[in-house]
């Protein structure tokens, strides 16, 4: 039976597991099983060298295509493999990420969540059904590695697709309002490993019926966004849900530029920065928009901090041939996870 290794202090143990010469992830990650000590260790002291801290790729996703395809700058440091193939199944679509985790899906209504820097994931048990006929799933993930090691996937109701028989103003599915003024969720924790329910009551009137949203082919493959305790996700019909895990309550926000009386033309992309949540909107008549999601008064509002017309952009940013030569000379890599050899 191997010994506790407690003949070095714990604060210079430390600094030799975290220098990434020396170990990179996927090998930190490993340490765990030398003993009890180490693991301690490493969950309370090193947990966000378990995470990569810069951008390795960009994970895209095809209608066309089964699995998630990977798009990649060189780095000198650990290679990540955009195929996930340590996974046990064929190959995987990214659906959410969250602070370095990845929340993907293998086409058979299985989950993972997986940390592409260490390799380690873990399979999701089936999800449950919804609580509500002729409604599904959209599935997100919330993680921040600063305040617990554990995660959290949720399962938001999304309304499916109307059929031209169920557009009908009589159907009862439809007359509900909207939101609803508490909603129960499916969640799985981490810690537990289960799937439980959790009721969110509303914050603020309901702005509408089901019948009036209109429904949003996209809305639920967009991504979500975890930030201050909440989580931040797009909903039919123009509006942002922001989903408060301290008091249970959620909110919805009117997403900027969503024209209430042409309908929900426009695509709307989040992200998150060092201020908060951000939206990026790409309009054909107005260019590209990045908003800040305003928090800090007692009124919630979008803030325009950047306002870009592409075409004069690209003008710019192409004005010279050597300025064109140099950006082409850099080099990404692309792996072609669809069509392997």
Known sequence: MATEPSALPEDL?????????LLPPHVLAATRQVCKAWRYLVDARLRGHLLSRSVRGIFINYDELNFSEFFSRPSTGPMICGGLDFLPCDGVKVTDHCNGLLLCGDGGERDYVVNPATRRWA???????PRKRGFGHSAYLAFDPA?????????IPRLLVPSASRKSDNNPLLQPEWPPASCVLHAFFSKARTWDGMTFFR?????????TMDSNLWYGSYHAVYWGGALYFNCQHGYLT?????NHTYTVLRLPGADEFEGYRNHHYRGRSLRGVYCAQNNSRLGLQLWHLDESRDRTEWVLVHDIELETFARKFHASEEDHA???RKRWIFQDINYLP
């Open 242 to 246: 922001r989903m408060s895990f301290s």
């Open 326 to 328: 140099q950006q082409t």
């Open 123 to 129: 399979r999701l048990p089936p999800r449950p059904r």
């Open 147 to 155: 305040v617990s090691p554990d995660y959290k996937v949720f399962l």
């Open 203 to 211: 914050e603020g009137k309901a702005v509408g019926i089901l019948a």
């Open 13 to 21: 143990q430390a600094e030799v597991l975290r220098r990434p010469t």
